[in-house]
Every structure is written in structure tokens, then in C-alpha cells.
T-cell receptor
Framework: EAQVTQNPRYLITVTGKKLTVTCSQN?????MSWYRQDPGLGLRQIYY???????DKGDVPEGYKVSRKEKRNFPLILESPSPNQTSLYFC???????????FGAGSRLTVL | EDKVVQSPLSLVVHEGDTVTLNCSYE??????LLWYKQEKKAPTFLFML????IEKKSGRLSSILDKKELFSILNITATQTGDSAIYLC?????????????FGQGTRLTINP
């Protein structure tokens, strides 16, 4: 089944403890992106990647890192999480252009 | 600054009613407008609109784009409880040679039996 898989789906952590949210897609998509969703603010882009080894900042990149060493994987790294990074995170991918995105199921992160 | 504004933010109706959701935008280098439906999990794609005045239809859902007045509407007729979801509008624009999606805040639609 064609899909985007994120892990973990739920995570509660403490301020400053590094964490990684993994994202993997099995559709050979070139484009991948991370979004965060907060009440009243909609989906805001954190980082995106047009292809392997090509990444760029979205609208809210502060406090996050990404890497794209393989086409299928696009992990999101929070080096030192803070409470304002408590949010629902979505990974998404598309064949080339970022329009008809396929989304992962979401990762709900709480930073205490 | 890019703006995509959806209205209303929240809507509660009874099963069988018809609803109209709105999405207005102010972006440069517009390419297309997309609608997604988000139930409990991941947003799923509904429509992509590129040309003005051409209605896209899927069952009880339909959508149309007005590029002159810079808005789109999503209509749902004969609503069912399964239509309860957040509906997201997103605009695709071209910026520095790359395409970028800008999302609105979403409309939370609740259908009561």
C-alpha cells in the first residue's frame, strides 16, 4: 500500500531531550515536507526537500533540523525541544511538485 | 505576505443540510488551489483547481475557483455525519523557482444527526 509512515505517533518528552521523528514513504516520491499544525494557525511548513541531499527551510524552521540521505526517508530532529514545539506534526510527500501531497498519520508531540 | 483565509472557522449543521465553505487568498505567482479533508488523522486530497469557473465534482462535493476575485468555494450537498472533518484550503505558488504550498487555518465542520 502506498503510504507515508511516521513514528512515533505520540510522544511526551521533557525540555532539552533530543528526539527524532522518522518519516518514510514507499512511493519513490522526490518531494518531502514537514508541517506542524496548531489550533487556529493551520498547517505551517517547517522544512522541505526537493530530492536527496536537497533540503530547505519552510516558514517555521527554528529549533528543527532535517536530513535527506535517502529518497524514502526524511527525519525531523529536535535537538533541544522546548514547550513551544508541542504540536501535531505531519510528514508529507509528492512525486515532484508539492501539490497533491500524501500525508502521514501525524505525530502528536508534547514537550513538558 | 502570502495569505490564505478560510471562513467560517467552525460550522455546525444538521444532516441533510447543504454547506458552503470559503477560501480567499492573496499570493503572488499563483499556480493552483487545493482542498483537503482532515478527519482524525492525515489530510486527504479532494480537489485541485487551476482554472477559473470550471467546477470540479466528486459525489456530493464540488468546488470552483474565481481567479479574478481570488477565492474558491467548496460545496457539500445532503451532508452526512461522515462529512464531519476539518477542511483545509491550500494555495500553490511559485517562489524563486520552487513551488510552495500555503495553507489556510481550516474550517471545522460538524454534522449533527
Amino acid at each position: 500500500e502506498a503510504q507515508v509512515t511516521q513514528n512515533p505517533r505520540y510522544l511526551i518528552t521533557v525540555t532539552g531531550k533530543k528526539l527524532t521523528v522518522t518519516c518514510s514513504q514507499n512511493m519513490n516520491h522526490e518531494y518531502m515536507s514537514w508541517y506542524r499544525q496548531d489550533p487556529g494557525l493551520g498547517l505551517r511548513q517547517i522544512y522541505y526537500s526537493m530530492n536527496v541531499e536537497v533540503t530547505d527551510k519552510g516558514d517555521v524552521p527554528e529549533g528543527y533540523k532535517v536530513s535527506r540521505k535517502e529518497k524514502r526517508n526524511f527525519p525531523l530532529i529536535l535537538e533541544s525541544p522546548s514547550p513551544n514545539q508541542t504540536s501535531l506534526y505531519f510528514c508529507a510527500s509528492s512525486l515532484r511538485n508539492p501539490h497533491v501531497l500524501t500525508f502521514g498519520a501525524g505525530s502528536r508531540l508534547t514537550v513538558l | 505576505e502570502d495569505k490564505v483565509v478560510q471562513s467560517p472557522l467552525s460550522l455546525v449543521v444538521h444532516e441533510g443540510d447543504t454547506v458552503t465553505l470559503n477560501c480567499s487568498y492573496e499570493v503572488t505567482n499563483f499556480r493552483s488551489l487545493l482542498w483537503y479533508k482532515q478527519e482524525k488523522k492525515a489530510p486527504t486530497f479532494l480537489f485541485m483547481l487551476t482554472s477559473s469557473g470550471i467546477e470540479k465534482k466528486s459525489g456530493r462535493l464540488s468546488s470552483i475557483l474565481d481567479k479574478k476575485e481570488l477565492f474558491s468555494i467548496l460545496n457539500i450537498t445532503a451532508t452526512q455525519t461522515g462529512d464531519s472533518a476539518i477542511y483545509l484550503c491550500a494555495v500553490l505558488r511559485l517562489i524563486q523557482g520552487a513551488q510552495k504550498l500555503v495553507f489556510g487555518q481550516g474550517t471545522r465542520l460538524t454534522i449533527n444527526p
